[in-house]
């Protein structure tokens, strides 16, 4: 019995590594793919090791495109990323606590039209939005990236209700007793202990806002204010030859935002995720 404990036990092991380096070897062939040479990487070699490190890859992406430098295009995309992973937390945090922890009429029906726009597709309002953007004037600037994010999202109001349903609603009542109103305990009660939502919240959007590509897309029009999705699209250069070294290594750059953020907030990410079902 303990031998047959010790095959699958191993067995088990053998196949979360198979498995585990299957889902990563993209990524490794792509920092390994910033080190080679454009022929090398386009022969289609599956090699993780370069036949020659080519470390000019990185300073020839960085130099970036009509004398604007990468750290133009970094720039551009911790400035958005920041900023609309504040506003969804403000306004999502704020829009959950009112539609969990205070009863008032219409309640369950903005609750139920509000999961009905995560059937929505992004496509769908992609064209009215741009269109009230144009006419305001705002179409060239960050604002129409930004603005969206200060108004809430369904799914990550949804992540923080069903978080807010697993503290206790005998904090609120004493804190209404020791004379706090329904700011004051959002603000010194239930906020502070949404911690891991939070920071759940701000780990994804701020993903999701790195690597958005339609919205600057759509809405950017200057080169100066282009993000680090639209400049790794400027290397696929159709009328000449396509920097593939310096784009792979860029891209390699681009990971590392999201990357240092998993790792600072892992515990935190894994406790918000894994709360998301508790009922109070």
Known sequence: MTTKKTFYKVLYHVLVV????????????????????????????????????????????????????????????????????????????????????????????????MMSTMMIPAQVILIPQFIIFHRLGLVGTF????????????????????????????????????????????????????KPALVTTAIIQFYWAWDNFLGPLIYLNNPRQFTVSLALRMFADTASITDFGAMFAMSTLSLIPVFVMFLLFNKQLVDGISTMGLKG
């Open 18 to 113: 198979f498995f585990g380096f299957i889902m990563v070897y993209p990524v490794l062939w792509m920092v390994s793919g910033s080190l080679k040479t454009n022929v090398e990487i386009a022969t289609g070699a599956l090699t993780l090791v370069p036949r020659y490190w080519l470390w000019e890859n990185f300073p020839n992406g960085w130099a970036g495109f009509a004398g604007i430098t990468f750290s133009t295009f970094f720039s551009n995309s911790l400035f958005l990323s920041v900023f609309t992973t504040i506003g969804t937390v403000l306004s999502c945090s704020l829009v959950a606590y009112s539609l969990s922890r205070i009863r008032f009429r219409g309640r369950r029906i903005i609750f139920m039209l």
């Open 143 to 194: 604002v129409p990236l930004i603005l969206p994010s200060f108004f809430g999202a369904a799914f990550f109001i949804f992540l923080m209700m069903q978080f807010m349903a697993s503290i206790p609603k005998e904090l609120d009542e004493a804190a209404i007793v020791d004379g706090c109103n329904k700011y004051t305990v959002f603000t010194r009660i239930v906020f502070p202990l949404l």
